[in-house]
Nanobody
Framework: QVQLEESGGGLVQAGASLRLSCAAS????????MAWFRQSPGKERELVAA????????MYAESVKGRLNVSRDDDRNTLYLKMDGLKSEDTAIYYC???????????????????WGQGTQVTVSS
C-alpha cells in the first residue's frame, strides 16, 4: 500500500546542485530500507545509494561518493538525495525504492526492493 513519488529533477549545468525528494505515502510508516536508483539511456538501472530505515547504515555507488548524499526525514516520510558537483554522467532517471519488509538487510540489488516511484529526470549539461 506504500506509494512513492519523486520530485526535484531538472536540467542543470555541470557542477550545479540538486536535491531530489521521495515522498512516501500510505496508511502507515514502513520501517524498511530505502534507496535511490538511476537509469541512463542504454544502461541498466543501478544503485545510487541505499539506507536503512534508521539511517545508521548507508551504501553508495563508488561513482557518487562525496558528491551525492542520502538522508531522510522520518517525520515527513521523505527520503532525500542531495546532489552536488553534478556531472554529465549523472544524467539519468532517478527512482526511489523501498523494501517491503524490515527483515531484509541493506542491499544494492534492485530485486530486493518492492515499492518504486515513477522516477524524476535529471539532466546535466556541460
Amino acid at each position: 500500500q506504500v506509494q512513492l513519488e519523486e520530485s526535484g529533477g531538472g536540467l542543470v549545468q555541470a557542477g550545479a546542485s540538486l536535491r531530489l525528494s521521495c515522498a512516501a505515502s500510505g496508511g502507515t510508516s514502513r520501517r524498511s530500507n530505502m534507496a535511490w536508483f538511476r537509469q541512463s539511456p542504454g544502461k541498466e538501472r543501478e544503485l545510487v545509494a541505499a539506507q536503512t530505515w534508521s539511517g545508521n547504515k548507508t551504501m553508495y555507488a563508488e561513482s557518487v561518493k562525496g558528491r551525492l548524499n542520502v538522508s531522510r526525514d522520518d517525520d515527513r516520510n521523505t527520503l532525500y538525495l542531495k546532489m552536488d558537483g553534478l556531472k554529465s554522467e549523472d544524467t539519468a532517471i532517478y527512482y526511489c525504492a523501498q523494501m517491503s519488509t524490515s527483515a531484509i538487510s541493506l542491499s544494492d540489488s534492485r530485486d530486493w526492493y518492492y515499492y518504486w516511484g515513477q522516477g524524476t529526470q535529471v539532466t546535466v549539461s556541460s
